[in-house]
């Protein structure tokens, strides 16, 4: 299994600001993945970082407010832009080395404040 | 729209006692289920995967998969209060060229002592 990690692990962060987030895969992965999830709920898919093409968003999610890079096969990065108190939440990145429907390994997470 | 549904619980058992969590969901066309487990304050941690019709066991976890009645279940023998989490369903749903994972929003469950 791959081991994740992501940076920061927790943010506090003012209205109309942004914050990137940055995950690491120790190997080589197919895919990696964006997911938020707000408390008390399941989690909720962002988009599918491509590497080296545009990142795929799911309904509802748009690239000029969750901008995502891919540059290699062990590294993305998501940021939040023109940050609100509702995108307070946690997210997290997800990596496999499948399929997007294969088996998916987590992150430990961010957990994002807006004030 | 494609969707996993689960008991929100929470489901309380003693220790000892045998867990069974549910899952269901709409996708006919999903080959691959997944059960995660997540503590509060952490990330979904993978416990079992299944793609064939039937059980499979892993120590204390048997998965079951039911294609027929788009239906998959994890059991939890011998329960401890350190099983006592958040279980996530989820199931691979192919979407162009890369598919991706729908999860349930979870089922709690408490182990008591």
């Known amino acids: 299994s791959a081991v994740i990690s992501q940076k920061p692990s927790r943010d506090i962060c003012q209205r109309g600001t942004s914050l990137t987030i940055q995950c690491q895969v120790d190997?080589?992965?197919?895919?990696m993945f964006w997911y938020r999830q707000q408390p008390g709920q399941s989690l909720t898919l962002i988009a599918t970082?491509?590497?080296?093409?545009?990142?795929?968003?799911e309904s509802g999610f748009v690239i000029d407010k969750f901008p995502i890079s891919r540059p290699n096969l062990t590294f993305s990065t998501l940021t939040v832009s023109n940050m609100s108190p509702e995108d307070s939440s946690i997210y997290l990145c997800s990596a496999g080395s499948g399929s997007g429907w294969d088996t998916q390994y987590f992150g430990p997470g961010t957990r994002l404040t807006v004030l | 729209q494609k969707e996993v549904e689960q008991n929100s619980g929470p489901l309380s058992v003693p220790e000892g006692a045998i867990a069974s969590l549910n899952c269901t969901y709409s996708d006919r066309g999903s080959q691959s289920f997944f059960w995660y487990r997540q503590y509060s304050g952490k990330s979904p941690e993978l416990i079992m995967s299944?793609?064939?019709?039937g059980d499979k066991e892993d120590g204390r976890f048997t998965a079951q998969l039911n294609k027929a009645s788009q239906y998959v279940s994890l059991l939890i023998r011998d329960s401890q209060p350190s099983d006592s989490a958040t279980y996530l369903c989820a199931v691979g749903v192919y979407g162009g060229s890369q598919g991706n994972l729908i999860f349930g929003k979870g089922t709690k469950l408490s182990v008591k002592p």
């Open positions: 190997s080589q992965v197919t895919m």
């Open positions: 299944i793609y064939s019709n």
């Open positions: 970082a491509n590497q080296g093409s545009e990142a795929t968003y």
